[in-house]
C-alpha cells in the first residue's frame, strides 16, 4: 500500500516540533545552571555556608583595675551560661529529666527550664538555644559537666564560657571604680575608659550538616580577641581605707542629711590618692539599696514592685551611685578664704600686720553682713584675721583688691572651668558673671558664699597654695597598658598655669599652719609631729528654706595640706547638712582631717618631728609580755623608757596591765607585770572626766592609778580649750588597778564661720 505523504509530514512535523521544545528546554537549563554555578556562585556557596554553620562570639578579657601600687581593685572571673538545645530533645521524658536535673543543680526554676523545651520559634521549629542560667561558677559548672557526661546529654546542655567583673575589695573606692553592666562600663573608671578596658571580641566558626557531622576544616575559622588594656591608678588602696573610716565615723558622729565626701590629692601631680563618699555601695552588687536608703523608702509606704516603688527605688540607686566629690555642688565657706587671702597678698592689696577693726558687721550696698562671733574680734591684724576666719576682715580686703582683681583670680584658680579630671559626671560650678559680679558679690565671695562648686575644685585650688603656685589637673588614671604590658597612654603632671608667687603661697601657708598649731579656727586638725596647714568653713544651704524663707541647713567642711614646710598631700572633707549639736566645720571635718592625716604621714614615709611639749604626751604601744622571764620584761620596759611595776616573787609573768596592745602614755603611764601566783586584787572606778580639760582629766585618772590616752584634737595644753566629749570605759565602770582610759579632746570654742 503506498505511504500517506499528509500523515508522513504531519508525524515529521510534529517530531521537530519536539525536537526544538527540548532543544530550548535544554539551553535553558544550560543557562539556568551555567547562572546557579557559575554567575552566582559566590552568592548560592555564601547561602550554603550560612546554613551550616555556627558561629561564636568569643569573649574578651577586659582589663584589670590596678591602684598605684599594682594592688588589683577590679579583676575578672571565669563564668559559664548554662543552656539547652530544645531541638535536640528527643522526647517529653527526657525533657522532663533534664529540667529537674538542671533545677536541681543549679538551684534554677524547673517550669522555666522545662517551659524552654516546649518552645517554637516562628519555623514552627523547636529553638537550638535557650538560657537556663547565667554567670554560672566554676564550681557550680562542674557538677553540669558530670550530669551531661553521665547521661550523654552532650546535644542537648551546653556550656558557653565568658568573664564576670568582680571587685576584690567590695564597696571600696565604689565610686571611683564604677561597675559594669552588659553593655559595659555604666560608672566611674569603669565608664571613663571603657573602649580602653573592652577590648575586641573573638569569632568561632565551626561547619556541620544536616545531621551534625564536622564538615571540612576549610569552613572553620577563627579570629582572636584582644584583651582589654589595664588601667594603673593612682589610687592607693591603703590611704583610701583610712578615708573612708574616717568618712563613716563622722556620718555615724554628725547624722548628716545628704551624706559626706572626702578626697585626698597628691599636690605637685594631681594624682588621686583616695576619694569617696558615704553611704557608699557594694560594687559586686551595685543594685542593692544601703540600709539608709531602703529605711527612707519603706517609709513611703509604696506597694512593692508597683511603678511608684520602682520608680522611687532607681531614684535612690542614682543617689546613692552619685559621686558627690565631683558631681555634686556646695558652697565653700570659710575654706574659700585661703584664696581670696593668696590674691589680696599677691596683689600688695592687704599685709600680714595691717590690722582691721571687726564690731561683728560689715555694711555693703545697705546690707547687714555679719561675723561668725556676734560681738565682733575688736582690733586684730590680718594674719590673725584670717586664722580667726573673721568675715569683715575678708570683705574690706576683697574691697581694697577690687572687683577686676578679685574675678581675674577667681577664673586663674579654676572656679569657673571644670578641673577635667578622668572621671564621669563633673558638675559646672554655679557662679555670677563678671557683668552682674557687684560689690554684694565681692563681699560674699570673699567668704565662701552664694556660689557653688565642685569639692574637687575647692581641693585643686587650694593645692595651688600647697604645690607653691601651679595650677594642675587632678586625674585618677597615671597609666594604660595593654595586654603585653607596653604603655599606651601614660598621664603626665598637666600644669594649665601658675597663678601665684611661691612665695605669697609660703607666706600663705605658714599663716594657716600657725592657726592650727595655736588658737585658730582649724585648730582640732592639729596632728603631733607634723605641721599641718588647714582651714575649716561653715557654709548655708540656700537651695531648702524654713517657712520663714530662711536658710537653715549647713555644710561644715575643712581642708588641709601638709607638711606645711614641703607639702605632699592634701585632703577635704565635706558633711553635707549635719544634724548633731555642733554642725560647724571644725567640729564634724576637722578632726577627722587630723585622725586621717596622722595615719597617712607615716605611711608616706614623711618623719614626724616632735617639740618637747609634743615628746612628753607621746604614746607608746604595749607588747604582749606574758610567758617571757620578769628580767626580760623588765629589761624592756626600761629600754623603752616605760615606767612599771611588778607584782609577786615567780620568774615569769603571768599576767599584765595594761594587756599587750594597748597604748599609752610615755610620760605618765605605768605597766603593773604580775608573776607567780600574784593575780589583780584591786579594781577601781572610772571616773567621770565628760567635759573636762586635759590637765583636769590626767589628774582625775591617774590619780586613780589607771592609764589614760588621749585622743582627739592634741594641742592640749591646759587651759586652750579643749574639752573632753567621749570617754571609754564610760564613767562608773569598774576596772584593773593600771587599765587604759581612752578620752576624745575636742576644740568647742567660737565657730569657724
Known sequence: MPANPKKNRFIFGRSFFFMVICGIGCVIIILRLFYLQVVSYDEYQGKVVDNIRAEMTVSPERGIIYDRNMVKLAVNSKVYRVFISPR?????????????????????????????????????????????????????????????????????????????????????????????????????????YNQSLTGAPGRYITAKDAIGQRLSAKYETYTETRDGSNLITTIDITMQNMLENELKKTYKESLPQNKVTGIVMDVNTGGIYAMATYPDFDLNSPYILDPESLETLDALNLPQNSEEYNTEYMDALYRLWNNKAVSSLYEPGSTFKIITTAMAIEEKAVAWEDEFNCTGVHIVSGFRIHCHRQFGHGVLNYRRGLQQSCNPTLMITAEQLGRDLFYKYFEAFGFTAKTGIDLPGEANSLYSSFDNFKSLELAVYSFGQTFKVTPIQQLTAVAVIANGGYLVTPHVVSRIVDEAGNTVYSNNIDVKRQVISTEVCRQVTEALEEGVSTDGGAKNAYVAGYKIAAKTGTSEVRDILNEEGESYLRVGSCVGYAPADDPQIAVIIIVDQPQCVNIFGSYVAAPYIASF?????????????????????????????????????????????IKFKVEGAGDKVTYQVPSGGNSINISNGKVIIYSGSAVPDEFVTVPDVMGRTAYQAKTDIINRGLNILLDGAANVSAGDGAVVIAQDPAAGTQVEYGAVITVTMRHLGDTDD
Open 597 to 641: 592625716l596622722g595615719q597617712a604621714l607615716p605611711y608616706l614615709g614623711i618623719q614626724s618631728n616632735y617639740s618637747a611639749e609634743e615628746q612628753a604626751n607621746l604614746t607608746v604601744t604595749l607588747r604582749n609580755y606574758v610567758g617571757l622571764t620578769v628580767n626580760e620584761v623588765s629589761n624592756d620596759l626600761s629600754n623603752r623608757g
Open 88 to 192: 535536640a530533645i528527643t522526647d517529653n521524658n527526657q525533657a522532663i529529666f533534664i529540667s529537674s536535673g538542671l533545677a536541681e543543680i543549679l538551684g534554677a526554676d524547673y517550669q522555666e527550664i522545662y517551659n524552654n523545651t516546649q518552645l517554637l520559634n516562628d519555623n514552627n521549629m523547636k529553638y537550638a538555644d535557650r538560657t537556663v542560667k547565667r554567670n554560672v561558677t566554676e564550681e557550680s559548672a562542674e557538677p553540669v559537666r558530670a550530669f551531661i557526661a553521665e547521661h550523654g546529654l552532650q546535644k542537648q546542655i551546653h556550656l558557653e564560657e565568658s568573664v564576670m567583673r568582680n571587685y576584690p575589695f567590695g564597696s571600696l573606692a565604689s565610686h571611683v571604680l564604677g561597675f559594669v553592666g552588659t553593655d559595659g562600663g555604666l560608672l566611674g573608671l569603669e565608664l571613663t
